[in-house]
């Protein structure tokens, strides 16, 4: 998957990019250059939130219908956005519309336990019974609450007011493993092939190891996480990471890469545009080279796009 809600001002710099001219070259670049070392795998642009037909419509008139294969949506109608659940199956014919017939996978979805669990668990059922007619893969969003100590970086405390807490309680699982109702409701999914969204955070392992049972626990067989291009740059890196995709060959993986390392940028941020577009396409091209093929250097680590696929 290639980048992360663009759209959204928390992971792209809209006011470095106000047409997403440089956004549409880099992803350009990125597919492209996968086409060329893993053809035939799957790519993906990073889900959009919110979801908006215009800004799909003005990415593919700047080319990037070559470069990937999938569209991906992320959509949150009972916790951020004005929309009533129902729409769901609307929103994501038109978002197929404009991307001339690509698939479209909603990568994110969910609802907070803020206001209430039982709500939570209601929704589980709602909002998976609308996506299993018309969205072709569905990841649930999240497994487990966030620490409430911890920082959520790509949100905005002073400008969300009470909307910024819903975010640390969108796990079917407390932070420390507690099961809430919506869990059992989630569990009845999974045969149906819905997987479930939780990201693998920096040097973070016992709950990386929490996960990995809470899945388990679930029947969760598709999982989507990321590599941030960031952490990629942080010294033992190759170590961690190498450890994490390890653990997880057991699952199918949908692994989004993101986020600019402060070397790179144009300015000193996460969300901002690279100085040279094509770095992003060098990183994408060394993840899928490391985790992609069974090379001499990473035999014994998953194969992505076997049993740990690369999209």
Not at 59 to 80: C, K, S
Not at 207 to 235: H, N, S, Y
Request: with cysteine.
């Amino acid at each position: 998957m290639l980048w992360n809600e663009p759209n959204n001002l928390s992971h792209w710099d809209r006011y470095q990019d106000p047409e997403w001219a440089l956004f549409a070259e880099m992803i350009c670049l990125a597919g492209e250059r996968l086409a060329r070392v893993a053809p035939g795998l799957p790519r993906v642009l990073g889900g959009i939130s919110p979801i908006d037909p215009l800004f799909i419509r003005n990415l593919f008139g700047r080319g990037i219908g070559d470069a990937v294969d999938v569209v991906a949506v992320h959509g949150f109608p009972l916790d951020w956005n004005r929309w009533h659940l129902s729409e769901w199956p609307k929103r994501i014919e038109l978002i197929r519309e404009h991307s001339r017939g690509k698939a479209v996978w909603a990568t994110e979805v969910g609802a907070s336990s803020i206001v209430s669990p039982t709500l939570q668990a209601w929704a589980v059922d709602a909002t998976l019974e609308q996506l299993s007619r018309c969205a072709e893969q569905v990841f649930w969003y999240a497994l487990m609450d966030l620490p409430e100590r911890w920082e959520a970086v790509t949100r905005h405390r002073h400008s969300e007011g009470s909307a910024y807490y819903r975010h640390f309680r969108m796990g079917v699982f407390s932070a420390d493993g507690r099961p809430k109702p919506s869990a059992a409701r989630l569990a009845g999914w999974t045969a149906h092939a819905v997987g479930v969204c939780e990201w693998v955070y920096w040097q973070e392992q016992s709950r990386f190891e929490r996960m990995l049972g809470l899945l388990g626990e679930l029947g969760v067989r598709k999982v989507r996480t990321g590599i941030g291009w960031a952490d990629w740059d942080r010294p033992g890196a190759i170590e961690w990471f190498d450890r994490v995709m390890q653990r997880l060959a057991g699952f199918e993986v949908t692994l989004t890469l993101c986020f600019t390392p402060a070397r790179a940028g144009r300015s000193p941020h996460h969300t901002s545009p690279p100085i040279n577009l094509g770095d992003f396409a060098d990183f994408c091209e060394t993840i899928v080279r490391r985790y992609g093929y069974a090379q001499p250097e990473t035999r014994g680590l998953p194969r992505l796009g076997s049993s740990c696929s690369l999209d």
